[in-house]
T-cell receptor, first 112, second 115 residues
């Protein structure tokens, strides 16, 4: 089935450390890929998206993601994590005019 | 960009009753959707709200339980019917204009608790 998979349910990193959240997609062609963040009690905010062109995508809040067709991956990265980055992160995809389908999410905890 | 508002923001309801959630977008959008987010879970698509015609439901969701209306390009309602405690979730309205690579915006959600 066409989907995105987030293998890590929960990740804990130290403040100032680098971060990589994994996302793998299963789709015959190149999907449109997105990363959203949901802070506790808050709505969903789009961090970045990829649909064509440069495979390294820059987003808001210092996040970036790299689309790798060979690995069917769209991993989210940040070089230095801040305590305020603690949240739930969702990878999502669609194709054409279909609605977004979300992965199960990765909860990020940041420790001092 | 589109700003989406939902009413009510939260509600506590009794088993067997129904609740209608309203979603208002501040601009005309091509597509509107309804999602459910159960506690500690990801978002699951309930249906695509089609203007002037019946909504398109995902597997596991039926019109009798989740009737949806979309009378125009900026407004939609979702009704949760004959509620049970298993319906306790956050219900999110979402909208997108144009092509699939465009940003899909989300409302703040309606937190529903069924006793």
């Amino acid at each position: 089935a066409q989907s995105v998979t987030q293998p890590d349910i929960h990740i804990t990193v130290s403040e100032g450390a680098s971060l990589e959240l994994r996302c793998n997609y299963s789709y015959g062609a190149t999907p449109y890929l997105f990363w959203y963040v949901q802070s506790p009690g808050q709505g969903l905010q789009l961090l970045l998206k990829y649909f064509s062109g440069d495979t390294l995508v820059q987003g808001i809040k210092g996040f970036e993601a790299e689309f790798k067709r060979s690995q069917s991956s769209f991993n989210l990265r940040k070089p230095s994590v801040h305590w305020s980055d603690a949240a739930e992160y969702f990878c999502a995809w669609n194709s054409g005019n279909t609605p977004l389908v979300f992965g199960k999410g990765t909860r990020l905890s940041v420790i001092a | 960009s589109a700003v989406i508002s939902q009413k009510p923001s939260r509600d506590i309801c009794q088993r067997g009753t129904s609740l209608t959630i309203q979603c208002q977008v501040d601009s005309q959008v091509t597509m509107m959707f309804w999602y459910r987010q159960q506690p500690g879970q990801s978002l699951t698509l309930i249906a695509t709200a089609n203007q002037g015609s019946e909504a398109t439901y995902e597997s596991g969701f039926v019109i009798d339980k989740f009737p949806i209306s979309r009378p125009n390009l900026t407004f939609s309602t979702l009704t949760v019917s004959n509620m049970s405690p298993e319906d306790s979730s956050i219900y999110l309205c979402s909208a997108r204009g144009g092509q699939g690579h465009n940003e899909q915006f989300f409302g703040p959600g309606t937190r529903l608790t069924v006793l």
